[in-house]
């Protein structure tokens, strides 16, 4: 009788290890990790990797205020895990706590952005803005500079469509475009806090 009080006390300590640990990468609640994270900030090739293998971390990073694009980083952050999540909020995430190193990416190959962003309510919507005559994205941490005049051309019409969107947004209209993709290098002119436009592709 004794073995059996004792397999299941087991079996139940097991279970219970088990439900603590949540997402792909089956982490604790406030577990401190360290995340590597790329030089292609806001880029479709932006991607959030733990350390030491390097696989795909499975959340969002939260917080990381000072990142800035052409470096990469690794950063200590904490496993947040929540039961109850605000709607059409994931259930799991990582909050930045601290960089360990950081490091200026030598490279120029060319990447892509969207311009174009769905979201969950909301639909698809224009993530550009504009001061002055400076083209911005991701909150206005990333200015886009473009190689050519085509181009600056291309990131004003989309600017001017971005305006209608928003002096419409009773309407809930959409953008023109199913698409907007860039593609970008980092900008030897302002490394740091700018792309440089090469070109853009648009989807109707």
């Not at 079996?11 to 609640?29: T, Y």
């Not at 909150?139 to 971005?162: C, G, H, M």
Request: charged share 25%; net charge neutral.
């Amino acid at each position: 009788m004794k073995h059996y009080i004792l397999l299941f006390l087991a079996v139940a300590l097991l279970s219970c290890a088990k439900e603590d640990l949540h997402g792909p990468l089956k982490l604790k609640n406030g577990q401190v990790v360290e995340l590597f994270v790329n030089h292609q900030y806001g880029s479709t090739e932006d991607r959030i990797l733990k350390l030491p293998n390097k696989e795909d971390a499975g959340a969002a990073l939260y917080y990381f205020e000072d990142r800035q694009p052409g470096y990469t980083y690794r950063v200590k952050a904490k496993f947040v895990f929540t039961e109850t999540p605000l709607e059409d909020s994931p259930s799991y995430w990582y909050e930045y706590l601290a960089t360990v190193a950081k490091e200026k990416h030598t490279g120029n190959d060319p990447f892509e952005i969207e311009i174009i962003q769905a979201y969950i309510p909301g639909g698809p919507t224009i993530q550009m803005n504009k001061k002055g005559n400076d083209y911005f994205i991701r909150s206005d941490k990333i200015q886009l500079t473009y190689a050519n005049d085509a181009v600056r051309s291309q990131l004003e019409e989309i600017w001017q469509n971005a305006l209608e969107m928003r002096n419409n947004y009773l309407s809930n209209q959409f953008p023109k475009w199913k698409s907007v993709k860039a593609t970008v290098n980092h900008d030897p002119q302002k490394f740091g806090s700018a792309y440089l436009v090469q070109k853009i592709q648009f989807t109707p």
